[in-house]
């Protein structure tokens, strides 16, 4: 018998045991972007699956339906990630209002799209601000409380483009690699303390963004994905459910590709 395997008869013990398997019931989880169409889908799993949930965002009216969707077990806390504070700050927000933070969905993010050499210095720095600096700044705020209660999981939802690149979104490209590669440097640093960190790394998903393509563009991108169709933001949320219950505990570093086989990495 190979080690980690057991027999069938005990694996299926193991899981009747268990009950429903990836269940978060009890943990903490601030989900930052929750006003998109992916983070109110993650946000909504990991509700689904017994966690209490901070969403944070820049648009109140819509983290308001979204609570009032759950209904319990929801705070709200708005917040603009472009400002530095606000990012440094957001942590403890969420720590302050559920007592903890187990598990950071660092999902928000924005697009400044143009070739590079129409690239203006401002489309740059604020597409790096938001989607890789905020990260950053959330993974370093979280991170303190979870070493100390040797428990905890940062998520974060990068891009298919960030191991591909793509025409057009340089500064996109380049931030979501770089969350990338940080993210597998706080997976090192933290692993022996019970913290993993991990992407999710979504493809062509249906979002209001892709609705805006015509046929043709549509046509195109859909070729090249074997699975013929494109993704859903619940798909995207079901992996990072995944990632942050306790049977995803010896994997960090990694990047969890949703993309229907469009690239295999």
């Known amino acids: 018998m190979e080690a980690g395997h057991g027999s069938q008869g005990e694996n299926a013990k193991a899981v009747k045991g268990q009950g429903i398997m990836f269940s978060i019931s009890g943990k903490t989880a601030l989900v930052t972007g929750a006003t998109g169409p992916i983070g109110s889908s993650i946000a909504r799993i990991l509700h689904r699956q017994g966690a ?82 905020a990260t950053f700044r959330l993974s370093r705020a979280a991170v303190r409380g979870m070493i100390r209660r040797r428990f905890g999981r940062i998520i974060a939802i990068t891009s298919v483009v960030g191991a591909t690149g793509n025409p057009g979104q340089a500064n996109y490209v380049a931030a979501k690699a770089g969350i990338t590669g940080m993210i597998k440097a706080i997976a090192q640093e933290y692993a022996r303390r019970g913290v993993t960190a991990n992407c999710v790394a979504p493809g062509f998903i249906v979002t209001p963004m ?29 992996a990072v459910a995944f990632l942050a219950g306790d049977e995803a505990a010896y994997i960090t570093g990694q990047t969890l590709h949703v993309n229907g086989g469009m690239a295999m990495i």
């Open 210 to 238: 892709t609705e805006k393509l015509n046929d043709k563009q549509r046509e195109l991108i859909l070729a090249k994905i074997p699975a013929a169709r494109p993704g859903t933001p619940d798909e995207v949320a079901a």
């Open 52 to 133: 209490t949930v901070a969403i944070s965002g820049t648009r109140r009216e819509v983290l308001d339906q979204l609570a009032s969707d759950l209904a319990e077990r929801v705070h709200i806390l708005p917040c603009n990630l472009a400002e530095a504070a606000a990012a440094d700050a957001l942590v403890s927000r969420a720590e302050e209002a559920m007592g903890r933070l187990d598990v950071l969905v660092a999902n928000a993010g924005v697009t400044r799209d143009n070739l590079l050499v129409q690239l203006r210095d401002e489309d740059w720095e604020q597409v790096i601000a938001i989607n890789l600096s």
